[in-house]
């Protein structure tokens, strides 16, 4: 677990906002409180952006709701994919500059 914490502390930006994302999913799934920040797209020009809907479509996908992920926004097919590559591909690319202590 070392390594992980190690990689967690040298990753502090990204952590912290992964941490923040998985509190408000965790919130909306379990209490309906939404404290996720409002898409600044949507808020300026009143038209939805290619992102919105992709907190709901990953809510949907943790209830194995694959077609109401679908309608939320498809690109959770494509984002959610490629974000666990790149954390997989970060975090060994992290342990293979660290020699095992």
Known sequence: MGMLSGYVRSN??????ALYFIVSVVLQMAFSVNIMFPCLWKTIFHHECP?????????DLI?????GAYRANPLIF???PSVIFYII????RYTQKRPCV
């Not at 992102?51 to 809510?59: D, K, N, R, V, W």
């Not at 209830?63 to 077609?67: P, Y």
């Open 12 to 17: 502090k930006l990204v952590s912290l906002v």
């Open 78 to 80: 494509v984002v959610l």
């Open 89 to 92: 591909k970060d975090y060994r």
């Open 63 to 67: 209830r194995f709701d694959i077609e």
């Open 51 to 59: 992102g919105c809907g992709l907190t709901t479509a990953l809510i």
